[in-house]
């Protein structure tokens, strides 16, 4: 059914959650595995606020790539015998969803972080927002 899935993850525990589900997923139809970890470039240069400095952006994308090798290791500890993992830059969701289609993704999988009504009104979220925009299945683990 899926030969090609994607693991959104940034490292915290809803995207654990969702790396979990991804790697059991993957084992049980033989699928390859993307985890794929974004590095939200606008919210990085302060949107017009103080500029953030560059030794702090190094660091966010030091984490980032910490948190993909740590996850493709545990993918590949429990049996997933086709991992990638990549860092991207940019929007999250519109990164996740561009990776999706230019790779040939058949699902998404994705954490979800349980905002309130209001902060999901005010702020969106990258999971409604893949939800809402994806061709492809999406599967939110809360």
Same mark, same amino acid.
């Given at each position: 059914?899926?030969?090609?899935?994607?693991?959104?993850?940034?490292? +915290?525990?809803?995207?654990?959650?969702?790396?979990?589900?991804?790697?059991?997923? $993957?084992?049980?139809?033989?699928?390859?595995?993307?985890?794929?970890?974004? !590095?939200?470039? $606008?919210?990085?240069?302060?949107? %017009?606020?103080?500029?953030?400095?560059?030794?702090?952006?190094?660091?966010?994308?030091?984490? $980032?790539?910490?948190?993909?090798?740590?996850?493709?290791?545990?993918?590949?500890?429990?049996?997933?015998?086709?991992?990638?993992?990549? !860092?991207?830059?940019?929007?999250?969701?519109? $990164?996740? /969803?561009?990776?999706? %289609?230019?790779? %040939?993704?058949?699902?998404?999988?994705?954490?979800?972080?349980? /905002? +309130?009504?209001?902060?999901?009104?005010?702020?969106? +979220?990258? +999971?409604?927002?893949?939800?809402?925009?994806?061709?492809?299945?999406?599967?939110?683990?809360?």
């Amino acid at each position: 059914m899926f030969k090609k899935i994607l693991v959104a993850y940034d490292g +915290s525990d809803h995207a654990a959650r969702a790396l979990d589900i991804g790697i059991d997923l $993957a084992k049980r139809y033989e699928a390859k595995l993307d985890i794929v970890e974004v !590095v939200d470039t $606008a919210a990085l240069l302060g949107m %017009g606020v103080a500029p953030i400095p560059g030794e702090v952006i190094q660091q966010v994308y030091n984490k $980032a790539k910490s948190d993909i090798n740590n996850a493709k290791a545990k993918a590949q500890n429990q049996g997933v015998k086709d991992v990638e993992g990549v !860092v991207l830059e940019g929007d999250p969701a519109t $990164a996740i /969803l561009e990776y999706a %289609g230019k790779n %040939g993704v058949d699902l998404i999988v994705t954490g979800s972080r349980g /905002l +309130s009504t209001f902060k999901r009104i005010i702020l969106g +979220s990258v +999971s409604t927002k893949l939800v809402q925009e994806a061709k492809i299945p999406v599967l939110v683990v809360k």
